[in-house]
Structure formats: structure tokens, C-alpha cells
């Protein structure tokens, strides 16, 4: 079953927009870390940011900033003021504690198109 | 860049033959993990190598196998190749093993079997 899931398959802005990708994740452990990464047409994947399950404090990073919150299971992240580098699939990924080696179980991702 | 390589960048094979796939990891990284990419998709966990051992597999059949070296470069063979095999396949190192530690990726290997 699908661990991860990313609702919005493509999200097209205008730059400038802020941008909102949705993420909610499933597991039974009590401790787990959530991802986000971002894949350019390039190909590789860039890591962005890690949260853990014990902190669910929200913060900004420059124009990135995310959403988790335990009692909805979900993991939501924005870009702010958009620009068009930021146009490619970002992916949300998943790292359950039992799984010890820290297997990443990705979301479908969410295809971001931002123009000019 | 994250200072992890992958060899080579693009392959095309056909069907039955075997591939070997290449991966160097970031400096000081003791541990390599593989995924496959299929188009349009999440990628999926292969298998993880730390220190020379193989230390978690994903729902992937014998014939993906691999290997890690004492510099921590690591290997993904596979035999038998299939049509569904085609995919990018990316390998990621980290410092460790766990969701305690980054995982980060290299360009990936893109990988056509006809």
C-alpha cells in the first residue's frame, strides 16, 4: 500500500504565486522522519528538508517553509514568491523507524510548472 | 552537486542481457542506497549497502544484486534484463544508515532495455 501520497499530480504558477504541495503519509511507528526533495529535469534529486516525528515545529527556510502536523498525517510544503529554477517534481518521502537502514518510500510527486 | 557520481549516464540493453551500474559516494559516506525510477513514478527502494554488506532490501527479485567496495563505491547488477527494468536508476550515500541521516542522490543512470 502506498505509504505516501501526493494528491496534486501538477501545479502551474505564475511566478511570483506561492506554491502549496500537499503531502500525507501513513505509518504505524512512532517514530519516523519526513522528506522533502526536488528533482529538476535534470534528473537528480536535491534534498530539501527533514523533519522528525517528535518535532512539529514549523519553520522557514529562506523562501521554503512547511506544515506538519501529526493529527491530520500530513507534511505540507510552500514556496514562497516562486520563481521559474524552481519549476520540477518535488517528491515527499517517508523513513520509518522500522525500518532500520532508513529506506525512503516516496510519494507519486507533484509536477511543478512555473512561468514567467 | 552533491559530489555523488553514477556511471554511465544513459545505457540501452536488450532483453536477457545483464547491466552493471556504477556509483561513487559523497566523500566520507559509508553508505549507498539504490532506487529505481520508473517514468512518471516515486522511486523505489532496491537495496543499501553499509560498510560492505548488504543491509536492507526492497521488494526487488534476486536477479538485482550488488555490491559495495572498501572506498564505499558501490555496484547494481542486473541479470536477466526485462522490458519493465527500464527506468533511472539513482543511487544516494549518507553518513550512516537511518532516517536520522540525508540521503543524497546522484544523477542517476538511465537504463533502456528493447
Known amino acids: 500500500a502506498q505509504k505516501v501520497t501526493q494528491a496534486q499530480t501538477e501545479i502551474s504558477v505564475v511566478e511570483k504565486e506561492d506554491v502549496t504541495l500537499d503531502c500525507v503519509y501513513e505509518?504505524?511507528?512512532?517514530?519516523?522522519?519526513l522528506f522533502w526533495y526536488k528533482q529538476p529535469p535534470s534528473g537528480e534529486l536535491v534534498f530539501l528538508i527533514r523533519?522528525?516525528?517528535?518535532?512539529?515545529q514549523n519553520e522557514i527556510s529562506g523562501r521554503y517553509s512547511w506544515n506538519f502536523q501529526k493529527s491530520t498525517s500530513s507534511f505540507n510544503f510552500t514556496i514562497t514568491a516562486s520563481q521559474v529554477v524552481d519549476s520540477a517534481v518535488y517528491f515527499c518521502?517517508?523513513?520509518?523507524?522500522?525500518?532500520?537502514?532508513?529506506?525512503?518510500?516516496f510519494g507519486a510527486g507533484t509536477q511543478v510548472v512555473v512561468t514567467p | 552537486e552533491t559530489g555523488v557520481t553514477q556511471s554511465p549516464t544513459h545505457l540501452i540493453k536488450t532483453r536477457g542481457q545483464q547491466v552493471t551500474l556504477r556509483c561513487s559516494s559523497q566523500?566520507?559516506?559509508?553508505?549507498v542506497s539504490w532506487y529505481q525510477q520508473a517514468l512518471g513514478q516515486g522511486p523505489q527502494f532496491i537495496f543499501q549497502y553499509y560498510r560492505e554488506e548488504e543491509n536492507g532490501r526492497g521488494n526487488f527479485p534476486p536477479r538485482f544484486s550488488g555490491l559495495q567496495f572498501p572506498n564505499y563505491s558501490s555496484e547494481l547488477n542486473v541479470n536477466a534484463l526485462e522490458l519493465d527494468d527500464s527506468a533511472l536508476y539513482l543511487c544516494?550515500?549518507?553518513f550512516g544508515t537511518g532516517g536520522l541521516y540525508e540521503q543524497y542522490f546522484g544523477p542517476g543512470t538511465r537504463l533502456t532495455v528493447t
Open positions: 544516494a550515500s549518507s
Open positions: 505509518t504505524r511507528d512512532t517514530t519516523y522522519y
Open positions: 523533519r522528525n516525528s517528535f518535532d512539529e
Open positions: 566523500s566520507g559516506h559509508n553508505t
Open positions: 518521502a517517508l523513513s520509518e523507524s522500522t525500518d532500520s537502514w532508513g529506506k525512503l518510500q
